[in-house]
């Protein structure tokens, strides 16, 4: 059975779409089978990847018509990395959710038909605490939060986690906080380094231990319909999105290495 992660921060700008696609993408060439469900109506995501949001069915039809996710999955050129894309019918779809009964289960309903075909689903979801947003956490097992390396970093955090709070205490108790990421970290700026030392002191073990450079190749990517790691395998944001799939398949255990090959490498090394 997958594991869900929904990437969330109500705050625009903070890397949630380039987090979401590039470790969908660095996942799947580490050979997890990985989707991402593309949960904002900006469709960057379902761009980002190569596709065009409007020649394809999407997620709007799962949630409200309640049709099968495996109708509009699309693959990609990384074999296993699949998409459910996102369309600018999405922006209406709170409205057409508010009389629906269980509103806030749509999409786990949904995902629910296709968990089991996948190692991990990643929700990129969009940038407000909205319907949509909610609908992500409860289909979710975890939340990852990017946090940009910038003044604003912390502004609005407190609201989101108070959210998940909500969504944690009302819909979905077993959420959990899969972790706060680090993004845009400027090596020449000071400023970078002040914000990774206060997140850090404020969420301690909740954070993880790669940071994500801010990288040229990072922001070309998606204008070639392609993730970091296939846009540029050597680029230093390919490096650190690998290093950062390897740190969630750590975390969760999930990693293709057995303890006693383990021992084996450390015992050749003697």
Excluded: W
């Excluded at 999407?58 to 990395?81: F, G, M, R, S």
């Amino acid at each position: 059975m997958g594991k869900i992660i929904a990437i969330a921060n109500q705050k625009g700008g903070v890397g949630k779409t380039t987090t979401a696609i590039n470790l969908g993408g660095c996942l799947g060439v580490l050979e997890y089978k990985t989707l991402i469900v593309d949960s904002d109506p900006q469709a960057n995501a379902t761009s980002g990847v190569g596709l065009d949001p409007s020649s394809a069915g999407n997620i709007y039809d799962c949630i409200i018509n309640d049709a099968h996710p495996d109708q509009y999955i699309v693959k990609t050129e990384n074999p296993n990395l699949d998409i459910l894309p996102s369309h600018i019918d999405l922006v209406g779809a709170e409205l057409e959710m508010i009389n629906l009964p269980n509103r806030e289960h749509k999409l786990k309903t949904a995902l629910d038909k296709i968990k089991d075909n996948y190692d991990f689903i990643i929700i990129d979801c969009s940038p407000s605490l909205g319907l949509i947003t909610v609908n992500s956490l409860v289909a979710a097992d975890s939340v990852m939060i990017p946090v940009q390396c910038e003044y604003f970093a912390l502004e609005g955090l407190g609201k989101l986690l108070n959210t998940i709070k909500i969504v944690q205490g009302r819909l979905n108790p077993d959420l959990e906080i899969e972790g706060i990421v680090l993004t845009m970290y400027d090596t020449r700026l000071r400023l970078s380094n002040q914000v990774v030392d206060e997140v850090k002191t404020h969420f301690q073990e909740l954070v993880f231990d790669t940071v994500i450079h801010r990288n040229t190749k990072l922001g070309e990517a998606p204008s070639y319909g392609e993730t970091i790691v296939m846009h540029d395998a050597a680029s230093k944001g390919s490096i650190n999105y690998l290093n950062f799939a390897r740190e969630i398949l750590q975390k969760n255990n999930m990693t293709k290495i057995g303890n006693e090959d383990k021992k084996m490498k450390l015992g050749n090394e003697f």
